[in-house]
T-cell receptor, first 114, second 115 residues
Framework: NAGVTQTPKFQVLKTGQSMTLQCAQDMNHEYMSWYRQDPGMGLRLIHYSVGAGITDQGEVPNGYNVSRSTTEDFPLRLLSAAPSQTSVYFC?????????????FGNGTRLTVT | KNQVEQSPQSLIILEGKNCTLQCNYTVSPFSNLRWYKQDTGRGPVSLTIMTFSENTKSNGRYTATLDADTKQSSLHITASQLSDSASYICVVSRILTGGGNKLTFGTGTQLKVEL
């Protein structure tokens, strides 16, 4: 059981480039989300989805797009990378976005924008 | 303002010793409180989730307590092992008007267990 799989593990981009961070889960979870983790700060929610075809913005959505065409996949697109987007990105899923379901996290993508 | 504060920021203990990590929060209205363990270079892994009515929950050598009146939680680690070296993150969930919930993450306590 792979859980939540993120690719790539590491990525270096130049300012202005675009890219897609991939996230896939095999637990049939309805809820999926993207977070960024920066030094000295708690994880911050970028975008989330409560099911295929449904997405919504989190706390820090600017500069990122998402789509959810299947239950399994939830890619995160950086439209025009900026140095402020240098961070570690985590994808997470749960059986429900509500209440007492634990989040299952992938192992992250470390992104550096130069 | 909805905040989660963790202390200490970092901690070094000897293998076999016990330790307690603290979490204070101002999140409201409260739904549940979670502790996660994050190993270096990995994603966080859930240890416990506690609702308003639960004041103690254990997961092996990890025991979390919750005092919803004072808005404090602690994570006690018994007989520490080298593999306990990690960041421990406190997360508080609040109920949103209209449904759903929002998670507020603490910045974590970095624990190092040494021989």
């Amino acid at each position: 059981n792979a859980g939540v799989t993120q690719t790539p593990k590491f990525q270096v981009l130049k300012t202005g480039q675009s890219m897609t961070l991939q996230c896939a889960q095999d637990m049939n979870h309805e809820y999926m989300s993207w977070y960024r983790q920066d030094p000295g700060m708690g994880l911050r929610l970028i975008h989330y989805s409560v099911g295929a075809g449904i997405t919504d913005q989190g706390e820090v959505p600017n500069g990122y797009n998402v789509s959810r065409s299947t239950t399994e996949d939830f890619p995160l697109r950086l439209l025009s990378a900026a140095p402020s987007q240098t961070s570690v990105y985590f994808c997470a899923s749960s059986s429900s976005g509500r209440y007492n379901s634990p989040l299952h996290f992938g192992n992250g993508t470390r992104l550096t924008v130069t | 303002k909805n905040q989660v504060e963790q202390s200490p920021q970092s901690l070094i203990i000897l293998e076999g010793k016990n330790c307690t990590l603290q979490c204070n929060y101002t999140v409201s209205p409260f739904s549940n409180l979670r502790w996660y363990k994050q190993d270096t270079g990995r994603g966080p892994v859930s240890l416990t989730i506690m609702t308003f009515s639960e004041n103690t929950k254990s997961n092996g050598r990890y025991t979390a307590t919750l005092d919803a009146d004072t808005k404090q939680s602690s994570l006690h680690i018994t007989a520490s092992q080298l593999s306990d070296s990690a960041s421990y993150i406190c997360v508080v969930s609040r109920i949103l008007t209209g449904g759903g919930n929002k998670l507020t993450f603490g910045t974590g306590t970095q624990l190092k267990v040494e021989l």
